[in-house]
């Protein structure tokens, strides 16, 4: 899955497609920091990638896909679900109180058997503005791929996100994803019922099939708490059904790095979709010869064609990038 290299295919790409499409100031909102010693054993798609990802590895290689030193700022958090979580939530919150800069921002990964109170007093002791949480740690579920948002995201959690005024980025499951009613009624009632939460719905509400987010979106007109990120997403459909219906002020850019720096894309299949990593795939076609770039940049043209598609001006591309995520963090803090 990760090869971590830059190759001259990346660079045209960029080139042709990305760079004059990128504005100056660019906010991160969705990024992985950890270090392989948070997993016991390690996924085998992590032993290409540095051994340490922390802040300043964090900015040296999102250069690659963003470059000129225009990303600002960020939402980390760990990814080390199922691993030792508890240092590498230590690891991002250290990491993010002596950053220099001050649109980097913490979030605490959550396990669904945590108090409340917990939450709380680690939140308030390490910093950290936001919750992630994640459906491999979802409770009486066997496949959880299939899991219900409440069995990874239980209620007294997004209350204390309420009280405190924290952000929660969710990553929804079940095959039809923003189509699926259950899903869409889980997050009504949790938007509607606590209003100071914002919850960022992961990947375009995991729409890597476009269509799911095109049709479930209209579910969830009215809620003035619920936003997107872009995160890993290489098709545009779900972007500019969340522009079209919720508005451009709800849609974050997120990279998902390390994600970012793998190389293929996803696309949707039939009603579900499929990830091509290019070290699976034969490169050489009938016709040509190809040459696959990083997950990342896939990312960043499918939302070049979603922001040309709806017509967004530069301002409106802005907000996508860097206002919006303004808003919501650094302004508050
Ligand atoms: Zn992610």
New binding site residues.
């Given amino acids: 899955m990760h090869n971590w290299s830059f190759t001259e295919a990346d660079r045209e790409f960029i080139a042709r497609d990305i760079e004059a499409f990128l504005p100056d100031r660019i906010f991160d909102a969705?990024a992985?920091l950890f270090c392989h010693a948070h997993f016991d054993p390690l996924p085998a798609g992590y032993r290409d990638m540095p051994a340490r990802l922390d802040l300043a590895s964090y900015y040296n290689f999102i250069d690659w896909i963003h470059p000129g030193g225009r990303t600002r700022g960020g939402l980390f958090f760990g990814l080390a679900f199922n691993g030792d979580r508890e240092r590498n939530n230590q690891f991002v919150a250290l990491e993010v109180r002596q950053s220099q800069r001050e649109g980097d921002f913490g979030q605490m990964i959550i396990a669904p058997d945590m108090t409340a109170e917990r939450i709380y007093q680690t939140v308030k002791d390490e910093g950290f503005v936001g919750l992630k949480c994640y459906h491999t740690m979802a409770k009486d579920c066997e496949r959880t791929w299939a899991a219900p948002i409440e069995s990874y995201l239980p209620e007294h959690q997004v209350a204390v996100a309420g009280e405190l005024g924290l952000s929660i980025t969710l990553h929804i499951v079940r095959d039809r994803a923003l189509a699926d009613p259950l899903n869409q009624a889980a997050i009504r009632r949790y938007c509607e019922n606590y209003p100071d939460m914002r919850l960022i719905l992961?990947h375009a509400g995991r729409g890597f099939n476009p269509w799911h987010t095109i049709e479930g979106i209209k579910n969830l007109r009215g809620l003035d708490n619920v936003f997107f990120d872009t995160?890993?997403v290489t098709e545009a459909g779900a972007f500019e059904a969340i522009i079209d219906v919720l508005g451009q002020e709800r849609l974050l850019y997120g990279s998902?790095f390390p994600?970012s720096h793998s190389r293929g894309r996803c696309v949707a299949i039939g009603d579900s979709f499929h990830w091509i990593y290019a070290d699976e795939i034969k490169l050489a076609e009938k016709h040509t010869k190809l040459r696959p770039v990083l997950v990342g940049l896939e990312s960043l043209r499918a939302l070049r064609l979603a922001c040309w598609r709806m017509r967004l001006g530069a301002g409106q591309i802005e907000d996508i990038f860097y206002n919006n995520a303004n808003q919501l963090f650094i302004h508050q803090s």
């Fill in positions: 969705h992985h992961a995160s890993a998902d994600v």
